[in-house]
């Protein structure tokens, strides 16, 4: 039974993948576990960890952008895991209410993004971001506030 549920995984994981409508997308990474809240918008080309996609919240209105990827665990070369050198569980990854990730980002495990945050394009966000912050790099750091960027102009 298990094996036949990683099959049907794989295919929702695939048409999200590839289908044209965010709603359409949103649907299917809910099939696949991810807990999607309203509103929330994921761009074409998302990677979601396939192997605990549970571990993945992503809250009302919050959007991720074309290219993302967010991943709860990393699983060593085989090499590195006979060795014992590296091992950690999977962990879980939090988008909070109205993020804003944008395109070719990198979300790593155990890490909140903040409500009202923006994560720079091509950045990697190693740890959490604050609520309403923007940061950008590899990995992240803070570059200024959101409130900050509507004050500006």
């Known amino acids: 039974m298990r094996k036949s549920w990683k099959l049907g995984s794989r295919i929702f994981r695939?048409?999200?993948w590839l289908s044209p409508y965010s709603p359409i997308r949103v649907f299917f990474h809910r099939l696949c576990g991810v807990r999607i809240g309203r509103g929330a918008y994921v761009g074409n080309f998302v990677l979601m960890d396939g192997q605990y996609p549970e571990y993945i919240t992503i809250e009302d209105e919050a959007s991720i952008a074309p290219f993302t990827m967010i991943l709860t665990h990393s699983g060593a070369s085989p090499f590195h895991q006979r060795l014992g050198l590296y091992h950690k569980g999977p962990e879980r990854v939090?988008?909070?209410?109205?993020?804003?990730v944008?395109?070719?980002a990198i979300i790593l495990p155990n890490v909140v993004v903040g409500e009202g945050a923006i994560v720079a394009a091509g950045s990697v966000v190693t740890s959490d971001v604050p609520d309403y912050a923007v940061v950008a790099g590899i990995p992240a750091k803070q570059i200024r506030d959101v409130a900050a960027q509507g004050e500006s102009r």
């Open 94 to 100: 939090r988008i909070k209410r109205g993020a804003w």
């Open 14 to 16: 695939i048409f999200a």
């Open 102 to 104: 944008a395109a070719g």
